[in-house]
């Protein structure tokens, strides 16, 4: 039982030297530029076999990357959706919505590839797939995405997509622009990443507000 208990902890910390020079290297150089083998290097495995027999394939170790990562972003959006009820304010949900992330991020320190990774993988329709299907199973966000659209029920379908993309876009690439400047030490718009969310709010809701223009 002894010896088995110390393999289990030995296979968890190989996992999790994988996942984290995984992140960093993907972060930094994007996704498809990485092989399975530099990640096994970097990671200090003498195995360049190791992420696959530790992961699958590279999608299923961005998959495992982007799990690690929401279990505690979902615990942040839950206790935010506490704070703010069934409330009918778009900033309320807003709020919900951008936080999240740029919180888990600044508990994490410095230096964080996360926001990083997620721009990256984002470029990739594939890979983007794999993060939509991980956030959407979130129960938080589910929330978050129902409350917000109650708060606006005038918008058109199809507008309603269009500014969900945007939006997407916005949080994600902000974050990860955030997260480089910090990373190379250059001068940032805000100072930590409670004043950065607050700013993406602001930005997040003017777009969700902005007028419709049709027929021109």
């Known amino acids: 039982m002894a010896g088995r208990t110390a393999r289990e902890e030995q296979v968890s910390a190989t996992r999790e030297l994988i996942l984290t020079a995984a992140e960093r290297l993907f972060a930094e150089r994007g996704v498809l530029a990485v092989s399975n083998r530099q990640v096994s290097e970097a990671a200090g495995q003498g195995n360049n076999a190791a992420v ?39 900033r309320d949900w807003v709020d919900c919505l951008v936080r999240a992330v740029p919180e888990h991020l600044a508990a994490l320190g410095s230096p964080t590839w996360f926001a990083r990774f997620c721009a990256q993988v984002m470029t990739d329709p594939v890979l983007q797939q794999i993060m939509v299907e991980e956030s959407m199973s979130s129960p938080s966000l589910q929330r978050i995405v129902e409350g917000l659209h109650g708060c606006l029920p005038e918008l058109p379908a199809d507008v309603r997509a269009e500014r969900s993309d945007m939006a997407r876009q916005l949080i994600v690439h902000m974050s990860a622009e955030r997260e480089r400047a910090l990373a190379e030490g250059t001068p940032t718009p805000r100072a930590s990443w409670h004043d950065a969310a607050t700013g993406l709010g602001d930005a997040v809701v003017g777009l969700w507000l902005a007028p419709v223009t049709t027929g021109r």
């Open 52 to 90: 696959g027999y530790h992961f699958g394939t590279k999608a299923d170790l961005v998959r495992a990357i982007a799990r690690k990562h929401h279990v505690r972003v979902e615990a942040i959006r839950v206790r935010l959706l506490e704070r703010i009820g069934d409330s009918p304010d778009v």
